[in-house]
């Protein structure tokens, strides 16, 4: 790894789970970490040490987790076709149901009292208000591999085979602005401020579009396809996984083309599996295929060892709201979390 830093002191919690980590966020107070599992268990955990508490909330397998809008809850989505919300003291809500259909993805915007949550099931978002009322459901062409909101809740968008699909979540009309390219995209990000849209595709690339005029944008040269991608906050960056480093694509003065990603926090031999960037700086944290757990500083080589590699995958990477926090599972059911001691 390139240009390793002293690690600060560091506090450490964690837990070995019964199955494999599917997903990791913070609610929005930051107070507590959430860990989904395969096996249907949400793990929550005081983000400054303490008892961990599980929770059986799913009768299979969670695919999904994300804040709820509130400050303090969460929400999850299983194989079992429901869509939970679940409270810092693990009382469970059922919000939605499909009768049985996997909801993939789920996802959340919150500003001052109001919010959106999401979900995803086959070829229909669901639309729903803070509250859990249903407020729509989108249609798409072939099932959903991704959903984003825009950093002010006003777009989400879904990817999907051959292409995306983009809609005002207040629009009256559910028709969306079809973004079309042949192949099967597995995963998207929304800029924060709307100037483009990202997908991840099985064929080992990304593909983007410029939403001010649909200039479509292509990044290749990843060694395996990325199942992790993400904005920065600021928009200047787009960091994703798939490669032996974080490949960090350049989102200014036109996007990224004909310019070269910068490449940060390399290790040999060992793929990049996950990516989350800092909820404030231009600073990205990853996680590998062999278990390594880094955080890089995306203008220049500075990078801090986490996590030295344990053998398995990171599978769910998620930072605190404050940035303080990193949380982390691995597929061999390990779930842990750094903070400053």
């Known amino acids: 790894m390139s240009a390793a830093v002293d690690i600060p002191t560091l506090r450490r919690d964690g837990a070995t789970l019964d199955a494999p980590v599917t997903g990791a966020c913070f609610n929005r107070a930051g107070t507590h970490a959430a860990f989904a599992a395969g096996d249907g268990s949400l793990h929550i955990a005081p983000a400054t040490g303490g008892n961990w508490q599980r929770v059986a909330a799913h009768d299979g397998a969670i695919m999904a987790a994300a804040p709820d809008t509130d400050a303090h809850g969460f929400l999850t989505a299983g194989d079992d076709g429901r869509l939970l919300r679940i409270s810092v003291t693990g009382a469970i809500t059922e919000l939605f149901s499909t009768g049985g259909k996997w909801i993939e993805h789920v996802i959340s915007f919150a ?19 803070a509250a859990g009322a249903r407020l729509k459901t989108l249609a798409t062409p072939s099932t959903v591999a991704g959903i984003a909101f825009d950093g002010k809740g006003k777009r989400i968008a879904a990817a999907h085979y051959g292409g995306a699909s983009l809609w ?51 990044m290749t040269g990843y060694p395996t396809k990325c199942e992790s991608l993400g904005f920065t906050r600021s928009g200047k960056y787009l960091a994703s996984a798939g490669a032996d480093a974080i490949v960090i694509w350049p989102f200014t003065g036109g996007g990224p083309m004909g310019k070269p990603p910068l490449e940060r926090a390399r290790l040999n031999d060992t793929l990049c599996t996950r990516i989350a960037c800092h909820p404030k700086h231009d600073i990205v944290a990853a996680g590998y295929s062999d278990g390594t757990v880094s955080v890089a500083e995306i203008t220049s080589d500075r990078v801090m060892l986490i996590e030295a590699g344990k053998g398995s995958p990171v599978t769910a990477l998620a930072f605190s709201p404050d940035g303080a926090v990193i949380a982390w599972g691995t597929e061999a059911g390990n779930a842990e979390m750094t903070r400053p001691g």
């Open 111 to 129: 500003e001052k009292s109001d919010g959106l949550i999401a979900c995803a099931a086959g070829k229909q978002v669901h639309l729903f208000d």
């Open 168 to 218: 005002f979540t207040q629009s009256k009309s559910d028709q969306p602005r079809k973004l079309d390219w042949k192949g099967s995209h597995i995963g998207v990000a929304l800029h924060p401020a709307a100037e483009a849209l990202v997908t991840s595709m099985q064929e080992n690339a990304l593909h983007g579009w410029r939403l001010s005029d649909a200039q479509h944008m292509q």
